[in-house]
Structure formats: C-alpha cells, structure tokens
C-alpha cells in the first residue's frame, strides 16, 4: 500500500521512499516526486537539409510560422502543423 511518498511493507513499517529516491539520484538518472517538473517541451525537427532546429517551450504553447535555421523550409505553419516529424520530451 503506498500512502503519499510512503511505503507500507509487508511487516507493516513505514518507510518515506522520496529520500531514498533522490539519494540515488545522478547525472544520467534524476528522481523526482510526481508532479515537480517544469512544465516544458523540448521540440526537435530533422531537417531535409540535414539541420537539427530545437526549441523549449511551455507547455500548452503554440510554436507557429518557423523556418529551418539553415536552409529557411517552413517547418511549422500558422496552425503550429509541422512539415516532418517532431520529437517530443517532456520535462
């Protein structure tokens, strides 16, 4: 049974697991309570051209009428439609 950041184990101790999870916390893997990120996107887009374009946005955020850096290609239209695949991570 897990109440709130606790843990219940089988011999009925409660056990607070945030502490535990943020210690093992490193460079590679961040443990973080539920509901604590920043509420961002990361956008990528490949270009045809071979050019990375990233932007980091809120979330909820239109990204509209943007170009490749390099070349100029209208990666996403007035109604924030992309012309390639988009990656999306969330944090």
Do not use: H
């Amino acid at each position: 049974m897990k109440i709130k950041n606790t843990i219940i184990n089988t011999s009925g101790v409660a056990k607070n697991i945030a502490g535990i999870l943020k210690k093992q916390s490193d460079e590679f893997w961040k443990f973080r309570e539920f509901g604590t990120s920043s509420g961002e996107v990361l956008y990528t887009v490949y270009c045809t051209c071979g050019s990375m374009n990233m932007w980091q946005l809120k979330r909820g955020e239109l990204l509209v009428d943007d170009v490749c850096q390099d070349c100029g290609k209208l990666l996403f239209d007035a109604k924030g439609e992309a012309s390639l695949p988009v990656i999306k991570e969330y944090f």
